[in-house]
């Protein structure tokens, strides 16, 4: 079956601008996580999803930052007024809420400028 | 979840020679999982090792997990120039939460 999916693959912006990133889990799977991964440093979570619990919003590094997952599937993650420190990776995760493994997206490598 | 820290920075060896890389937690996990990441884009999961185990093996694949030390070891024999990789460990106490992930170990396997 298919896998995580994620868009767009690359976005570039100027300061400023909103930007809103995708992420379509694996069918069936009630967890969805972002993260995101600036050049050179380690993977830092952002957003969870489980089931129709409230999010865990504990990472947000910002209140420019929020997401959305709407009917338990896709995910919205909408960075507003971008600057430039927002540059990074954000890669999406999902779990099947049986067991431990996640399963990655390709990520949205973000740019701006 | 808990942060692992992963052990060396960097690695580079010949294709063919054995790669092991080290994983440091601080508190008692329930699990312990290897991670894959290849050019900086997504992670692929490689191999689960339970607290109650000690070894595991998946392919060219090992894992040891000592929990008296907090540690554990990924063994990859035999390596390949598209093992070229960075490897992230990520303790978990529990499923279904945020794993935490530190630097990793950026692999070369030079042909």
């Known amino acids: 079956g298919a896998g995580v999916s994620q868009s767009p693959s690359n976005k570039v912006t100027e300061k400023g601008k909103d930007v809103e990133l995708r992420c379509d889990p694996i069918s069936g799977h009630t967890a969805l996580y972002w993260y995101r991964q600036s050049l050179g440093q380690g993977l830092e979570f952002l957003i969870y999803?489980?089931?129709?619990?409230?999010?865990?919003k504990s990472g947000l590094p910002s209140d420019r930052f929020s997401a959305e997952r709407t009917g338990g599937s896709v995910s919205t993650l909408t960075i507003q007024r971008t600057q430039q420190e927002d540059s990074a990776v954000y890669l999406c995760?999902?779990?099947?809420?049986?067991?431990?493994?996640?399963?990655f997206g390709p990520g949205t490598r973000l740019t701006v400028l | 979840s808990q942060q692992g820290e992963e052990d060396p920075q960097a690695l580079s060896i010949q294709e063919g020679e054995n790669a092991t890389m080290n994983c440091s937690y601080k508190t008692s996990i329930n699990n312990l999982q290897w991670y894959r990441q290849n050019s900086g884009r997504g992670l692929v999961h490689l191999i689960l090792i339970r607290s109650n185990e000690r070894e595991k093996h998946s392919g060219r694949l090992r894992v040891t997990l000592d929990t008296s030390k907090k540690s554990s070891s990924l063994l990859i024999t035999a390596s390949r120039a598209a093992d070229t990789a960075s490897y992230f460990c990520a303790p978990s106490n529990s499923g279904n939460t945020p794993l935490v992930f530190g630097k990793g170990t950026r692999l070369s396997v030079i042909a």
């Open positions: 999803f489980q089931g129709n619990s409230a999010p865990d």
């Open positions: 995760a999902s779990s099947s809420g049986r067991g431990y493994e996640q399963f």
